[in-house]
């Protein structure tokens, strides 16, 4: 081995000594730098007469290709022993079970309005919704409610720190029935010119679901609840409407034809007469009892009056049915505080 190949195995052992990039540039430099060793050789050719310049010339410059060579080598294999450090600290296990990401679904309750809104629909039936912090005027005195009625009193209704126009209270709606005002008042309002001009108003035909509030809490009153409200008006619609559109609601709703539908006398003050309807089914695991599923009524003249329609030309009937309570009819639940819970053990089950 000659001075120069000793060199050659010199450079390779110290660069593949180097255990860092930062290191192997200075080992480099120890080699090639500007007072390397190579360096110091190439400076030496001077003293050479010029025939020995030239051969010694290509043996160094051919030294120093080899030297690069043996550099270039070693900071590959740094940067891949680099490269395969990092896989290894990023590795990903992609046999590991995933984090499952669990499927929701639509609440009892949601699932209980819609398929209200869908059979309703069906029998041409609009669906509106409106405000859950009403008027005095709306929740109660548009309904004809006299002034001293025990629902307007505190121990029933939620009232809000807020007055109206008039100075009252604001309330949460502690039922669904001003959405009857206010979709006849707008209904009323539309038609208004067509009607002046000689034509029929078109029938009134909605319902208005959505939260209502009254302050009870116990297994079958929620302070926070839900209400589903009819109204059908038209120059001729009776109570023998309102028990085929009823029990074909209930057919479709709970499936079956094994039923029979009541209505006993009671009162509201916004219709007259007025009635609860029960209904009983024949089999399945209520069968036999009479089940109270909405409170109806013919709607009184002073509530169409307030509509903005003559009580004269115009009669219909309304109902008010809960939707949490036939969601726990269909799904057999037995307290009502199950469905605000928010429990998912119980929610899971509807998906
Ligand atoms: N608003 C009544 C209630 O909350 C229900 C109802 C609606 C009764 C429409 C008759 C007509 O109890």
Not at 14 to 32: C, G, M, V
Request: charged share 25%.
């Amino acid at each position: 081995m000659n001075d120069l190949d000793q060199l050659v195995a010199a450079a390779t052992a110290d660069f593949d000594a180097a255990p860092t990039p930062a290191e192997l540039e200075n080992a480099k430099a120890r080699f090639l730098g500007k007072s390397g060793r190579v360096t110091e050789l190439l400076k030496g050719l001077a003293a050479l007469p010029p025939e020995q310049k030239k051969t010694r010339g290509a043996e160094i410059n051919q030294l120093k290709g080899r030297i690069e060579a043996a550099l270039q080598a070693r900071r590959e294999r740094l940067a891949d022993a680099e490269l395969q450090a990092q896989l290894q600290a990023e590795a990903l296990d992609v046999t590991l079970p995933g984090r499952g990401r669990g499927t929701g679904g639509l609440h009892p309750v949601s699932r209980t309005i819609e398929r209200i809104e869908a059979i309703f629909g069906s029998m041409g039936f609009d669906v509106a919704d409106g405000p859950e912090i009403e008027t005095d005027w709306m929740s109660f005195t548009a309904l004809n409610n006299p002034e001293n009625h025990p629902a307007r009193s505190m121990q029933d209704t939620f009232y809000v720190d807020l007055k109206d126009e008039h100075g009252a209270w604001l309330n949460l709606r502690p039922h669904t029935s001003p959405m009857q005002v206010r979709y006849a008042q707008a209904h009323a309002r539309k038609h208004a010119p067509a009607v002046a001009a000689g034509q029929a108003m078109p029938e009134i035909r909605v319902i208005a679901p959505g939260r209502t509030y009254r302050v009870d809490s116990d297994a079958t009153h929620s302070p926070m609840f839900h209400q589903c409200e009819g109204l059908w008006i038209g120059e001729n619609v009776s109570f023998k409407d309102l028990k085929v559109v009823f029990s074909d609601f209930v057919r479709q709703f709970f499936e079956t034809d094994d039923f029979d539908v009541r209505f006993r006398p009671s009162f509201f003050p916004f219709t007259e007469p007025s009635a609860e309807i029960d209904i009983a089914f024949g089999s399945g695991p209520l069968a036999g009892r009479w089940l109270e599923v909405a409170g109806s009524g013919q709607v009184h003249p002073n509530v169409v009056r307030n509509f903005g329609l003559d009580p004269q030309a115009h009669i219909g009937f309304a109902f008010g049915m809960g939707p949490d309570r036939l969601a726990m009819l269909r799904y057999g639940i037995d307290d009502l505080r199950l469905m605000f819970d928010g429990d998912l053990r119980f929610l899971a089950q509807f998906r």
